[in-house]
């Protein structure tokens, strides 16, 4: 197979028209109107920005929208102060960057929720608008930061799990054939597919073995009809479309329409330039991939190459 690298120089072509992702959120929590009204104007442009009045109604907003970058919080204000609501985000979103605005000398309750990591930073209010946006822009960068290093970790272990996976199938199997579902079931969880089917090819074209996995059930194979297959055989280049809705080519077709998928990726598997088969992700939703993720899927093809030799020769052998 080809280097890394060069796959990846192979597909970036391809995803330089995807959208771009989306501005992070924030939370803004403020009981007094006209607060609450500036800070969102003040970080509109920059962020998707979410508001409450409340600690209470702060809760509501991240039960129905999830996570989000950095949170905003007075600290005074009726029912529930903001060291005590920030306190409540910790154990669901503990990646979250939070910072309490006060404008009263309450240092037992800041140094407490500082000292217990559930505060980046205080601001006085009045705050200054520049040093506030700087603040949150650099509270915005390390929650970045740490999200970009959690899942760097997972996909390490996630890389690590595979390849045991891929040991243990090709060691234990009697065939060629006993390795494929074991196989596209232990590719599509690591990449958190909807689907996945790995199908093996002769002489340049698809035969009917295979292996396949699904989080939903039965999957339909369809990949003989499709054109990113046919190119990935044809130019055994890896061929990705992560917006199916987006690609005029592909929208059209019956088994996207009827299956739901949004999202496919088909990789070329080979070993030493020798084409051995297809490998097809797929996701119910469409979704953006990252050049380290789209390095972490061309290792994983070559383990998998390394696999099915493996297994072919050890057939071969018994």
């Not at 209470?56 to 529930?80: C, H, K, T, Y």
């Amino acid at each position: 197979m080809d280097s890394p690298s060069l796959e990846i120089d192979k597909v970036r072509h391809q995803l330089m028209t995807l959208e771009r992702p989306k501005k992070l959120k924030i939370l803004v929590v403020d009981d007094e109107p006209d607060n609450l009204d500036l800070l969102y104007r003040t970080f509109r442009r920059d962020f998707n920005v979410l508001k409450a009045d409340s600690g209470v109604n702060a809760l509501q907003v991240l039960a129905a929208e999830g996570e989000v970058a950095v949170i905003i919080s007075d600290q005074r204000m009726p029912e529930m102060k903001g060291t005590e609501f920030l306190s409540k985000t910790v154990p669901q979103f503990p990646d979250t960057v939070r910072i309490i605005l006060t404008g009263f000398t309450d240092i037992e309750d800041l140094v407490e929720a500082i000292n217990a990591g559930q505060v980046y930073k205080y601001i006085t209010k009045p705050w200054d608008p520049g040093e506030l946006k700087a603040v949150v822009q650099r509270a915005a960068e390390t929650y970045d930061l740490l999200k970009q290093r959690t899942e760097e970790l997972r996909r390490a272990h996630a890389q690590m799990d595979l390849l045991t996976v891929l040991v243990q199938v090709t060691q234990a199997a009697h065939s060629l054939e006993e390795t494929l579902t074991p196989i596209a079931m232990a590719v599509g969880e690591t990449f958190a597919a909807d689907g996945c089917i790995l199908q093996l090819i002769k002489g340049n074209t698809l035969i009917a073995t295979q292996g396949t996995y699904s989080d939903v059930g039965i999957i339909k194979n369809w990949l003989a009809e499709d054109p990113l297959t046919s190119q990935a055989i044809a130019t055994q280049e890896m061929q990705v479309s992560l917006n199916i809705l987006k690609n005029d080519q592909l929208k059209s077709l019956n088994h996207y329409q009827q299956t739901g998928v949004q999202a496919h990726l088909v990789i070329p598997i080979s070993y030493h330039k020798q084409l051995l088969g297809v490998l097809s992700l797929q996701w119910k939703q469409p979704c953006t991939l990252r050049e380290d993720e789209l390095q972490l899927i061309n290792l994983s093809a070559q383990l998998v190459a390394i696999a099915l030799t493996s297994s072919s020769c050890h057939q071969t052998a018994v």
